[in-house]
């Protein structure tokens, strides 16, 4: 096997391994190839070995990669996430070329995905991404605004709200991530019981995975341990 097929095997039997000894099938948790900065024929050789979803950062970098996959037709089923902060003057590059789009954080951007989505598109599934630690370097919500914005992308014609998304702090203390996974986790739940269409908790990434799946993540986000490190983007 070719190096990214050896990392994207590994990392399928880690999600199996930490959903087993959480009591959950391998089948609720999602792998997102964290694919930002990486070149186009690392991602073929990702869906090579038959990874479908792929989550770009960079607004004009993931539209020219889904240009370029666009135009052959062997590559209609890659789903692509939009996981990075989206300004206002980019929604409706979003809007009109990604399936998802996981840094929903306030309702100007959702009212302007849904204004620009496609007619000819299915909607387009969001996610509120929360700032769970209220790090000033991080984009989100707080949690008590959740429910506000919720209500308002719920609304929305062309959007459909799928969960929630978070990125927490990056740290060595188990107990703070417990904490902060099991507040996203608790806020997910109401969520879910709220509306029928969320079924989606994007947390846990490289470093923190596991944790995330033993508290209920149906999404992990995973670059580096797929792609090898990351590049610095032009």
Same mark, same amino acid.
């Given at each position: 096997?070719?190096?990214?097929?050896?990392?994207?095997?590994?990392?399928?039997?880690?999600?199996?391994?930490?959903?087993?000894?959480?009591?959950?099938?391998?089948?609720?948790?999602?792998?997102?190839?964290?694919?930002?900065?990486?070149?186009?024929?690392?991602?073929?050789?990702?869906?090579?070995?038959?990874?479908?979803?792929?989550?770009?950062?960079?607004?004009?970098?993931?539209?020219?990669?889904?240009?370029?996959?666009?135009?052959?037709?062997?590559?209609?089923?890659?789903?692509?996430?939009?996981?990075?902060?989206?300004?206002?003057?980019?929604?409706?590059?979003?809007?009109?070329?990604?399936?998802?789009?996981?840094?929903?954080?306030?309702?100007?951007?959702?009212?302007?995905?849904?204004?620009?989505? #496609? +007619?000819?598109?299915?909607?387009?599934?969001?996610? &509120?991404? @929360?700032?769970? *630690? $209220?790090?000033?370097?991080?984009?989100?919500?707080?949690?008590?605004?959740?429910?506000?914005?919720?209500?308002?992308?719920?609304?929305? #014609? +062309?959007?459909?709200?799928?969960?929630?998304?978070? &990125?927490? @702090?990056?740290? *060595? $203390?188990?107990?703070?991530?417990?904490?902060?996974?099991?507040?996203?986790?608790?806020?997910?739940?109401?969520?879910?019981?709220?509306?029928?269409?969320?079924?989606?908790?994007?947390?846990?990434?490289?470093?923190?995975?596991?944790?995330?799946?033993?508290?209920?993540?149906?999404?992990?986000?995973?670059?580096?341990?797929?792609?090898?490190?990351?590049?610095?983007?032009?």
């Amino acid at each position: 096997m070719n190096k990214i097929a050896d990392r994207l095997d590994s990392a399928y039997s880690k999600i199996t391994s930490a959903a087993k000894k959480s009591g959950r099938p391998a089948s609720d948790i999602t792998l997102l190839a964290v694919s930002k900065t990486k070149p186009i024929p690392l991602i073929v050789e990702a869906y090579e070995f038959g990874q479908r979803k792929f989550g770009e950062n960079y607004v004009q970098e993931g539209v020219e990669k889904i240009h370029h996959f666009a135009q052959q037709n062997s590559f209609a089923d890659i789903e692509w996430h939009f996981i990075g902060p989206l300004q206002s003057n980019k929604t409706k590059l979003v809007a009109t070329h990604f399936d998802w789009v996981q840094s929903v954080d306030r309702e100007k951007i959702a009212t302007r995905l849904s204004e620009q989505r #496609p +007619n000819n598109s299915p909607k387009l599934n969001v996610l &509120i991404q @929360i700032n769970a *630690n $209220d790090e000033a370097s991080k984009s989100g919500i707080q949690f008590n605004d959740v429910e506000a914005l919720a209500s308002t992308i719920a609304a929305l #014609p +062309n959007l459909t709200l799928r969960g929630i998304m978070s &990125i927490p @702090i990056k740290t *060595n $203390d188990t107990m703070a991530l417990n904490k902060t996974f099991t507040k996203l986790k608790d806020c997910f739940d109401k969520l879910k019981s709220q509306y029928d269409s969320v079924d989606t908790l994007s947390m846990g990434m490289t470093n923190d995975m596991d944790l995330a799946i033993e508290h209920g993540s149906t999404m992990v986000r995973l670059g580096t341990a797929i792609f090898g490190e990351r590049e610095k983007s032009e």
